[in-house]
Nanobody
Framework: QVQPVESGGGLVQPGGSLRLSCATSGRLFSFSVMGWYRQAPGKQRELVALITSGGSTTYADSVKGRFTISRDNAKNTVYLQMNSLKPEDTAVYYC??????WGNGTLVTVSS
């Protein structure tokens, strides 16, 4: 099992945008549910968004209308486009393949 690798995190001002990427070389990527979770300091890890192999998506209420999850099966990569970022979006964002293989996370900090 190949661990996904997240990238694209960083410091952004409130109202700004970031795009996270998650790459994996696993052969089963195109058949897998892929997802993004996040964990803020002192809080439990929570779902941000999921995308099935067929492209169906699910979002947490807190990010609906601001975040978009997508996938490129040819590149074995899943993306999370984050717009209108808020300070409460600050967290370590984790990519998961099949909800049982996890990356090490990428830090997103939203602050002025």
């Amino acid at each position: 099992q190949v661990q996904p690798v997240e990238s694209g995190g960083g410091l952004v001002q409130p109202g700004g945008s970031l795009r996270l990427s998650c790459a994996t070389s696993g052969r089963l990527f195109s058949f897998s549910v892929m997802g993004w979770y996040r964990q803020a300091p002192g809080k439990q890890r929570e779902l941000v968004a999921l995308i099935t192999s067929g492209g169906s998506t699910t979002y947490a209420d807190s990010v609906k209308g601001r975040f978009t999850i997508s996938r490129d099966n040819a590149k074995n990569t899943v993306y999370l486009q984050m717009n209108s970022l808020k300070p409460e979006d600050t967290a370590v964002y984790y990519c998961t393949q099949g909800l049982n293989i996890w990356g090490n996370g990428t830090l997103v900090t939203v602050s002025s």
